[in-house]
């Protein structure tokens, strides 16, 4: 197997900005800024837009669509193909 092909792999905090959340993982992103954990280590962290926190599908706040309404709209626009 080929030495060095794989980036290293090692402790990140992913920081949801939005929902003030933040958790430890291991990954292969790297950042240049970086913080203290509850452990008292510093590890680089990553901010992210979303998370499980703030993302609508795990928060349930997700709308749900009316398909069959635009089903129809679309038939109607374009026509029903025969």
Do not use: C
Not at 3 to 28: I, K, M, Q
Not at 71 to 76: A, G, K
């Amino acid at each position: 197997m080929r030495e060095n092909t794989h980036p290293p792999y090692g402790p990140v905090v992913f920081r949801d900005r939005a929902a003030d959340h933040a958790f430890l993982t291991r990954s292969t992103m790297t950042s240049a800024k970086t913080i203290e954990w509850e452990d008292g280590h510093t590890y680089p962290v990553v901010d992210v837009e979303t998370s499980n926190v703030s993302h609508p599908f795990y928060t349930g706040t997700a709308r749900v669509l009316d398909t069959a309404g635009r089903v129809e709209r679309f038939e109607r626009r374009y026509g029903k193909q025969a």
